[in-house]
C-alpha cells in the first residue's frame, strides 16, 4: 500500500474548523503511529479530540461558581483587536504606568494608598516577599502555613522568594505572645524579621479548640519597620458587599473584604482577581504606596505583570463594582440570582421532558473559597449517569453525577444558556435513554 498523502488526509477533515497546520501535524502523527488500513478512522478520533481541546463555550451545571476546571470567574472579554493606551499618557504624549486606571480603581474600592497587578495571587505574595523580605525572616502561624489546589505551599513560595521563614505557634493556636516572642528573639543564625505574614485560611478551617492572631493584634505588636501582610486570597474586595442590593448574603459569614483588613492595620494584601473578585486571573497587591511602590521597582515585576487583555478586563470589572453594575459582575450576578427565578427557568426546562425532574439543590463558591459556603440552588435531575453524554453536547454541559442520578445545578447556567441545557439533556435521554433505568 502507498503511505497515505498527508495533505489529502488533512484537507479531508477541513470541515473540522482545525486550522489546515495542526491537521497536518495530527496527520504526521497518525500516519507515523497507525497501520495504513487503520489511518482513516485513527485520524477521524483524533481531530475529533483534538476540535474539543479548542478553548469553547461550556455550560456549567456543577453548582460551582468558581470552578477551576471551567476558568474560575466568567469575566467580560472585549476582543482586544486594536491598538489601546496601555502604557501611553494621552494627555502628554510620554511613556506612562500600566493601566493606571486599573490600579487607580483597586486602590479607591478598598480604601488602600496604591495598588499593583500582576499574573495572580501567588505571584503576589511572592514579589512582595522578594521585594521586602529577601535575605530576612518572615513570621508565620503554623496554622498558615498552607497549601492552595495547584501546588501553591506557602513554605515554598518563602524559601522561592529568598526570605527565610520563622514559625510559630501550634497548627491550631497562635496566640499573641508567640508572635512577640519571635519578634522580640535575637538570634545570631536567625536573619532579622521583616515581615509577619498572614494567610488566610481560604480553602479549609480550623475548627474548635483555636485561637489565632488577628491583622489588628500582629499591627500592634510589630515595630513599624515590620511590614504586617495579608495574603487573603479569595479577593472579596469589600466585606459590606455594597455592589449588591441587598448587602452581604448568608453564606459569605465572616469572609474578610479588602477594605476590612486595610483598616484594621494590614500594611499590605494580595488577592487574587478571579476567586470572589470575579475578575480574570489575576493577582492584586494593595496598601501602603511606599511598599508597593518597592514591589513595582523589584525586577521580579517584569516577568510577573500581566498584559493588556487582562488589564482590561479587570478594569471593567473593577469599575462594575465601582459603579454598583451587577450586569458587569457575572460571579455575582450568578451568586444571587433569587432560588424562585432559578425554579421557574428549572421548571420551563423541564416542562417538554418527563423524565425530567426539577429538584432543590446546594451550589458551592468554589475555587479555593469559602469551603462551607453552601448556597440555596435549583436543578434538574435525571436518572442515571447521563455526564458523559452532556459533556459531549454542543456546547458541553457539565453536570454532576450522584446517588444515581444526574445533576444539572442552574445557580451556575447564564438564562441564556437555558436552551442549551435543555437540547442537551434532550439528546441524552433520546440518545442514551438513560433515564428508562430502572430506580
Ligand atoms: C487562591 C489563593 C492563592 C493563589 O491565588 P492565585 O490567584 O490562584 O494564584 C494564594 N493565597 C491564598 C490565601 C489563596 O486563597
Redesign the pocket.
Known sequence: MHPPSIDRLARAHAASGLPHATLVRLARRVVAGTAAEDVADAMATEVQHRARRQALEVVNGTGVLLHTNLGRAPTPQRPADRYSNLEFDLADGQRGPRAPAVTELAATLTGAEAALVVN??????MLALAALAGGRGVVVSRGEL?E???G?RVPDVLAQSGATLIEVGTTNRTRPADLSEALALQHAERPPVAMVLK??Q??YRIVGFTESVSVGEARALAPPEVVVMA????GLLDARCPWLPGGPPPWLADEPGVAQVLAEGADLV?V????LMGGP???LLVGRADLVERCARHPLMRALRCGGATLSALERTLTAYAERDLTGLPFWRLATTPVEDLRARAEAIAAGQPRVEVVDTVATTG???LPGARIPSVGLAVRGDLVAPLRAAQPALVARAADGRTLVDLRTVFPDQDEAVAAALAGALGDHGAGDVAG
Open positions: 495572580n495571587c501567588a505571584a503576589a505574595v498552607v492552595i489546589g495547584g501553591f494567610v488566610h481560604s480553602n495574603d487573603l486570597g479569595s494580595a487574587s482577581g478571579d476567586k486571573q489575576a493577582g475555587g479555593g473559597t
